[in-house]
C-alpha cells in the first residue's frame, strides 16, 4: 500500500484533491505553517476539511512546521487541541518544542516531520521516532540508499516528495530571504530569493557573470516512482498549497494512475512518457528527477538564459454537468471550434476531442469561447462526469 | 565586559593559535575536515597535538554513507572536547559517548522552549544569529544551561547540497572555481563556498554583538564564540572595536505575513 498526498490551500482545493484520487491531503491553518501567505484555512474551514476527508475515507493532515521564535508559542496549545479535538489525522512539525507539547498534551493526532528538519538518516529519523514521531518527511535531498537505511533501521513511516517546487538549500537552511526582504522563511514568509539573478565575482572581486543563477528545476520523480516504492517510500507528496485547481488535477491525475499501475505491478513506460511532458506544461517551470538516483548537476539547474518560460493556457475549461448529451463547461482560457482539446478526469483518462460546436448559456451558437469562466455548451455525447478537465491537445498519448 | 576564557574562536589556521594562546584564550573551534563546509578544515591529527581545549564544528548534514564515515573516527574523538552538531543523526549517533555536545542547528536555535527541550539531552547550544536584541535576552535569561553566543563572524545565509559553483560553471564553459562573492540587485552580498559536501552562503559584512553583551546574564553563557577563520591578521582589539558590522535582524524583526509590512 501506497499513499498519494494532495496539497490544498483552500477548501474548493481539497474538493478537487479529493475529486482527484488523493488518499490523503494536507493543508496549513491561519498561523504556524510555512504559506504564511496562502489563503489557509480557517478554525471552521478546517472543521468542514474534516468531514469532508474523512467521509471519503481519506485523511487530512495540518502542517504546523514552523521554526518558532519565542513570541509565536502564544496561542500554540489551544490551536494544538483544537487540531485535536476535530479529528485532524496528523500534523507535520519541525520544531521540537511542538512534540513535546503534543506529548505533553497526550494528544491522539499523529505527529510528522517535516521535511524541514531536513532528515537523510536513520539515526535521525531514530532521534524523532524517540520523540513520538510516527512519520518522517525525508529531505528532499535523500536518495535511494538513504531512504532504505532509514526504513530498515528505523523502521518508521517515510513520506517524501515527488513533484513540485525545490528549494535550492536544504529546507530551513536558508535565510537569503531574511537578508533580502526581511521576510522570515521559516516562518512562511519566504521570498524565493534563490530564483532570482545574482552577479558572481571571484575571490578577487573580479566580475565573472552578470547572470548567476542557483535556483533548481521544480521536482519530478514520474520515472522512479517504482523505485522509490520499492525502497520503503510509503506516502508519495505532491507539493504545491499554493498552486492552481489545474495543477493540482492534472499532478494528482498523473500520479494516481502511475501509483495505481505501481501497486499492480505494470508500469505502462508509453504513459509515463506521455505525463511527463503533460506534467511539464501544466506549471510554468520545467521539471527533473533530483536526488534519489543521483547528486544534481547542471542538467537540473533552472539557468533562465538557456529555457523558455512556458505560458499557461493550456486549462481551457472544467465540465460542470453532463445530461441528455449536453456538457456545460466553465471556461477557464481562449478556445474555438475546430480546436483539438483533451478531457481528462478521476474516471477518463485521456480523451481527444476536436471542438465541432460551442453553445452559450441562452444557447446561441458561438465560435469562440473568450470570457473568463464564462458558461458554455457542447452538445456531444461524451462520457465525462463533472469535474472533469478539458486542456489544449499538446500531446498525444 | 567578555573574558577570555570565555571566548571560543575558530583561527584561520594552526599557526594563529599561538598569538591567541598567549593572550589566554584556550577554548578553539574547527571545521573538521570530509565533515564540514564553509570553514577552514582540520584534521584530528593536526588537532590531536595541540595543547589547547579542541571544539570541533560538524555543520553538515549527514546521509547515510557520510555518517557511516563519521562512526569510524568515533574512536579517535577521545581527546576532543566537544563537538557542535548541525544534524540531529549525530546526537544520537554520540548521546551515549562521554563527548560535550552542543546543538547548532543553523536556523533553528532561536527560542528558549526548544533550547530547554535540546538542553534535557545535550550539554549546551549555539544560539542562532537571526534574532532581535530583545530575543536573545529571553533565550540567555531562560535557558537551563548556559549557552554558546555568537559575537563576531560571518553569519550563514544558505546551505545547499548542489555543486552551486562547479554546475554552474559548466554550465558555461568557466574556468572552476570553489569560492566567489555573490550580489542581487538589491545590494546585498554574499560570500559563495563550495566543496564535496555541497555549498554555503555566508552574508559578506561580519556582524558584531560586543556591544550587546554586557546586557546578558554572563553566568548563563558558556562560550562568546568568535569566527576568526575568514579575517586575514585578525586581532582581537580590532574585533572588539568593528564598528561596519552588520545588524540586520538585532534591531529590527523579521514578519512573515506580508500584511505586516
Known sequence: MVELLSPAGDIEKLKMAIHYGADAIYIGGQNYSLRANAKNFSYDEMKEAVKLVHAKDKKLYVTVNIVFHDEDFVGLEDYLLFLDEIGIDAIMVSDIAVLDLCNKL???????????????????????????ATRVVLAREAMEEDVKSIKKEADISIE???????????SGRCILSNYVTNRDSNRGGCAQ????NFTLKDKNDKLVDNNFWIASKDLNMIEYIQDMANSGIYSFKIEGRMRSTYYIATVLHSYRLLLDMVKNNQIDETYVEFIKKVLNRCANRETAPQFFKNHPT???????????????????????????????????????????????GPNIDCLNYKITNIYDEKDNEIQIANHPQMIIKIKEDLPLSPGDMMRLKIFDK | MMKNKKILISPKNIEEIKKYKKIGITNFLFALQDFSIGYPEFTLEELYELDINVYLNINILFDTKKINDFKKIIPKLQFV???????????????????????????????????????????????????????????????????????????????????????????????????????????NEFNIIENANG???????????????????????????????KINNFKLEEMLNYNNSEEKFLNKKTIFKLEER
Open chain 1, 106 to 132: 497526550n494528544l491522539k493526532l499523529e505527529r510528522y516531520i517535516s521535511t524541514q528538519a531536513s532528515i537523510l538518516n536513520s539515526k535521525a529519523a531514530l532521534f524523532y521516532k524517540t520523540l513520538g
Open chain 1, 160 to 170: 517524501a516528495f515527488v513533484h513540485g517546487a525545490m528549494c535550492t538549500s536544504f
Open chain 1, 193 to 196: 530569493i534563490c530564483r532570482w
Open chain 1, 298 to 344: 547542471e542538467e537540473e539547474q533552472y539557468y533562465l538564459s538557456n529555457i523558455e518560460e512556458v505560458s499557461n493556457q493550456d486549462f481551457l475549461g472544467i465540465v460542470l454537468e453532463n445530461k441528455n448529451g449536453i456538457i456545460t463547461i466553465e471556461q477557464r482560457n481562449y478556445f474555438k471550434l475546430t480546436d483539438e482539446v483533451q478531457f481528462f
Open chain 2, 81 to 187: 572536547k566537544g563537538i557542535f552538531f548541525e544534524d540531529v543523526g549525530l546526537y544520537y549517533l554520540l548521546k551515549d559517548s562521554n563527548i560535550f555536545l552542543i546543538w547548532a542547528t543553523a536556523h533553528f536555535v532561536i527560542n528558549s522552549i526548544s533550547i530547554n527541550s535540546w538542553l534535557t539531552r545535550v550539554d549546551s547550544a549555539k544560539i542562532s544569529n537571526e534574532l532581535t536584541k530583545g530575543e536573545i535576552e529571553i533565550i540567555i535569561n531562560k535557558t537551563t544551561k548556559p549557552l554558546v553566543l555568537p559575537v563576531f563572524g560571518y553569519n550563514e545565509a544558505m546551505y545547499s547540497r548542489r555543486m552551486l559553483l562547479t554546475n554552474f560553471n559548466r554550465y558555461k564553459g568557466y574556468k572552476m572555481m570553489k569560492n566567489g562573492l555573490l550580489s542581487t540587485n538589491s545590494n
Open chain 2, 199 to 229: 555549498t554555503i552562503l555566508f552574508y559578506k559584512k561580519p556582524f558584531n554583538y560586543i556591544k550587546i553583551i554586557n546586557n546578558l546574564n554572563q553566568d548563563n553563557i558558556l562560550f562568546y564564540y568568535i569566527d576568526a577563520s
